[in-house]
DNA sequence: GGATCAAACCAATCGTTCATTGGTTTGATT
DNA sequence: AATCAAACCAATGAACGATTGGTTTGATCC
């Protein structure tokens, strides 16, 4: 119990103590994948104080940005989930890869187009850091989270709401569906090197300032993508 | 049962029996105020005809787009609804017109281009309808209405659920807000002479099933669209 | 008196179970 | 060949209980 701890253990006060090894465990990566806390009732046991103190604790947290609560389901790191997730969930049953990928190629030109007018200095030293990264890869599904990355942040840096909601609904349907596996075949050494140097042409239209130019190098990328994800179909389907 | 009954009754055959029954619950207001039809197996059982002979009936009125249909829920009049609509009313506060109307020039050529590819005659017949309520729409408002009604129907011919559900996001921001009396300023009789005739262009484009014309049509409307919503913002901001 | 805690209750959510419903196959009947 | 009856599969929804955050109350300890 607090009341028997040593007096020169108590400079703190009660609810500080809680707060900083609350702080702690979301800090460090002692979570679950789903970045799911403990529940107010098992921190309270583990830290030996009451709900009220924890949860003051948790106020504390969730204002600051760093965690979110949501009544009946838990308490996790990080910002709540984007309501588009919802959406791109109920409709992902009924779209397949294909129409997927034409809605890509519909779309992500446009939005490396919007980039190129819009990216500052510091976005495009950032984008060549993703492809960086998509680059130097090890395993293909490594390759396969960076290269999405890179896709996202030309999505984002292209500035305009309703394009990132489009975008991000098909990101998600194109990520949590039964598929994978099929791109993950189409994803061979000698594609990889393709891609990485499509990439580049991507980024240094981007730099360039020139729309057309990154709408166009990314329409080619996605073309080729679209066509191995064929390839690979075909061969298994 | 089916077979007692006299022959002169029998003229028609069974599917077509109980298809006009069916299309009669269906086009006459004797559904729930959900829309949903009894099931397969109690309407079997009132008709007196077998599941398969149902099921072959509403086959044919889900083809017609007069009943839509889903596993462990029911079958129900009209079409499938859309949860679209909910995340549009989310992000709508924090999307400006200028950046709705960019968005909808990124998407709709490409629509239009799926669309030139895909439509049939009848839907190019569709179109022409429209446009001609477009055309002979008496106020402003009632041409805006049917304005809307052709870009919607465009989308749904172009065939691809997660272009439309985007297109749909937009066009949900795009009426559900404050600036509806902006456009409403921007449409004079000037104007609308003017949008008719693109209409007209988009649709023979589409009706030569050439996509890259229709696509082009339909950015320079758009464009038409963008330049006199600003003039008309810059009036009276 | 202020701070803390324990307990109890409310409300939202999740997992489970079971009945319902469309989707499909099979074999018999006419 | 067409139709039907029956049985099964798969997805959905309603109902229930357990869990979890949200809130209140009264006791306890400085």
Redesign the interface.
Known sequence: MLHNRPRDLQETSEPNRVLQAIRQIVSEGLLPSDGRLPTERHLAAELEAGRASVRRALDTLEAEGLIWRKQGKGTFAGQPPD??E??AA??AS??DPL??M??RL??EP??A??CARRATADDVARLRKLAERTHDAEGSDSAELWDGALHRAIARIAG????L??FT??DE?RMGDDWQEKRHRARTPETRAFYDAQHQKIIEAIDARNGPAAANAMRKHLETLFDNLRKSMEDRP
Chains 1, 2 share one sequence.
Not at 160 to 163: H, K, P
């Open positions: 309501p588009t919802e959406l109920q409709i009924d779209v129409s997927a034409e809605a519909c779309i446009a939005l187009d919007l305009n709401r309703l394009m909601t489009a609904l098909i349907v």
